[in-house]
């Protein structure tokens, strides 16, 4: 039986109330969500500083000013807490909305966006969490309308996405290659980096150590649930490390870029869980960048089901483990689980055209 | 019986130039192997072991000071000198474990590599020049480079990376991508620093598979399967080899560990200020030479006028090294005409990007980084130099003249300054006046 899109919704806000109850800071033992931290790291309940300007933050301005909005709009730890998870719902409604239609236009049944989306634990438990949501669905946004080619509105959105989250600028090289004409090239490439630098250069203008307390920050963050910390399981040897991965990443993404049988959706997803897979940081809630393109790619691999269930126990066993980023500790075995399937999900997606092209010739000889 | 005899040394076939490449080898190798007992040590190993170390009268030649005494150690059980990978000292214990520990078994393998890398150059040149002629001469070059013959003669980790090197780059040329991964593999586990021939040989591929493809993307495509071929079949190696050692004297947990030490160490070999380096320029520069160093030296005197010196072993500047400049113009040149004439320059795109990467990156390490580098390092491009040279001097009677003068030199200066020198050679040199 086919699946309405009204159940989509219904199952959808449903995994919305429960996030945001069970991260609630009126509980008395809420489940640990970044956004209730903000709150009480950047001492709002006494006074409110304006992000970059008056106090240094760690994600980029989009992320900041959403954040501000929240804190400026709530007086008290709970009405901020509702107006963030708010500000989440309709960015989480416009990815639903955008799921839905590109499902429906490529002939993907809903169950997809059901599974992924709404009802997957890492939804469920990362979703009033962080702004993983909100680039998800900006990311989404550029793409549909790329798609629709609508270029400077996609850019548009491009950019907004990169503003919540930077690394969106690793998809820029193949959505450039998707953009028919050299002239439309340069002017995609034109608004959605000019907007970013605009606003990142006003904010560096305004405050001479942004670059280093927002996007330097993490580059002097350690491992953290990166799979190949069972390589590097002494800090010390971190650095190390960190090239490892950027190597691994330079070399997966332009397998990703000169892929030839993949289309817009599918090498997204591709350069995504490559830099998920091959980045130093790997924290549980950037898994949620995935489902809403494996949804679109009409894709509901076995594996996912039990990855998406250790990304969820990361969480739950972190608080728990004494030492959570020492090599061994549970949430580490549950982020080499992780990314094993995630590899496995990666390469079944990575040469399904081939597999695709084999079946063919088989099924001509025949 | 003129006519039988340029017959006979005439090459006119793959198997013929084969044989002028062994006779060559072999004749580097008897020479290598005669000295190999110079010096021989006065003190007993045990004294020899561990700091302080009497350089001299342990008979260690140059940083032999550092290896030998590693070698010892790890045959003892001990991990030791971890700033290096560990393939050259597995040689030099091999060597002591069938010839014991003296000066054959200390220099007998290493000695070998580097008589093959003679071979394997001659082997090179013929891959890219397609002559017969360049490429015996490009193996004489590099095998009567007397620098080249001590670094490669003594017990150090220059000699072994060198000959894995270049039988990488041989395999690559002859289109044998994991076999040279393999080759390449063993050299990053000799000397780290051959990281820089197999970007050499990285960028060289990247340049072909430009010109060969018609797009971008193409290239590009050809070229990641080329790097996943080579680098990951090198790199495996690497960490296995690294592995089997971090494992058996429990070194460091991983792999991975060890190198990031090894990286950390190398970078962090810096000078400062006062301290006096041998720039790059100071290799291949025959007007401000770099001094001629000292690597082991004894000086004879027999009365208060003569002196001799029966060993020394020289590191120092050769014919061929101040070629390195004219090379390198004249591969650009001859790039870019036969790049307008529809050609791909095999050998000159390959010299350039060997000279790049294993030349010219001193130049910023030095400059701007202080990294220390050292005068031996040239040993890695000599024979990039060698190869090229024999072919772009080929070919007009005057060019080939200059030519066959630069071969002469380098046996002029291979015999002057050879390391060890019997009582009547020296009495010859100083019958006609020459020091020695």
Known sequence: ?366 | MLRRLREWLSIKSERRLRAWLIGITLIILVFKLLIIPYPWPELPPESCTYPPIEGGRCGFVFDEAHYIPAARRMLQGEAVNNEHPPLSKALMMLGILIFGDNPYGWRALITICGAASVYLVGLIAYELTKSFRASVIAAALLGFDITSFNLSSIAMLDAPALAFSLLGAYLYLRRRPVFSGLAFGLALLSKLSTAFILSAILLFDLAKASYKEASFRGAMRSWIRFVERICFTAIIILIIGLGIYDYSYKAFQTPFEHLDFMLNYHSGLTFSEGDVVDMPLTWTNPIFQFPRASYFVVAVQVDSLKTYHPIAYYGMQTPLWWMTWIVFIFAIYLAYTRLRSGEFPDLELFTLCWLLTNYLIYFPLAHILHRWVYSFYFYNSVPVIAVAISRMLEGERFSELILYLLLAGQICFFLYFFPVKPQWYIDLLLWLGLPA
């Open chain 1, 1 to 366: 039986m086919p699946i309405r899109r009204e159940v989509v919704y219904a199952a959808g806000i449903a995994s919305f109330i429960l996030s945001y109850i069970i991260h609630s800071p009126s509980l008395s033992k809420p489940i640990y969500s970044d956004i209730v931290s903000f709150w009480y790291r950047e001492g709002w309940s006494t006074r409110l500083r304006i992000p970059y300007i008056e106090a240094s933050f760690e994600y980029p301005p989009l992320s900041g000013f959403l954040t501000f909005l929240a804190a400026a709009l709530g007086s008290n730890i709970t009405s901020y807490y509702s107006i963030f998870s708010a500000i989440i719902l309709v960015f989480y409604m416009i990815m639903l909305e955008i799921v839905i239609r590109l499902c429906e236009e490529r002939g993907v049944g809903l169950e997809h966006a059901l599974i992924l989306i709404c009802l997957s634990p890492s939804m469920i438990l990362y979703m009033v969490y962080n702004y993983d949501v909100i680039f998800a669905s900006l990311l989404m946004l550029s793409l549909f309308l790329l798609l629709r080619r609508r270029l400077t509105s996609s850019a548009i959105a491009f950019s907004a996405a990169s503003l919540v989250k930077l690394i969106n600028l690793i998809t820029l090289p193949f959505i450039l290659m998707h953009v028919e004409g050299w002239s439309d090239r340069i002017k995609y490439a034109l608004i959605s980096l000019g907007i970013f630098a605009a606003v990142n250069l006003a904010l560096w203008a305004l405050n001479p150590d942004f670059i280093d307390s927002t996007y330097l920050y993490h580059v002097r963050w350690g491992l953290e649930n990166a799979w190949y910390i069972i390589f590097f399981p002494s800090s010390g040897s971190w650095d190390t490390a960190k090239l490892f991965g950027m190597l691994l990443m330079i070399y997966g993404l332009l397998k990703v870029y000169l892929h030839d049988g993949a289309d817009l959706i599918q090498r997204a997803f591709m350069a995504l869980s490559v830099f998920l897979l091959t980045n130093y940081v790997f924290t549980p809630q950037m898994l949620l960048w995935l489902p809403p393109l494996l949804a679109v790619m009409g894709c509901l691999p076995i594996p996912y089901f039990f990855l998406d269930l250790a990304n969820a126990g990361i969480i739950l066993l972190w608080f728990e483990t004494p030492n959570p980023l020492a090599p061994g500790s549970p949430p580490q075995l549950l982020a080499l689980l992780r990314a094993v399937l995630l590899f496995i999900i990666l390469l079944e997606t990575y040469f399904a055209p081939r597999g695709v092209r084999v079946a063919e010739k088989i099924k001509r000889v025949a």
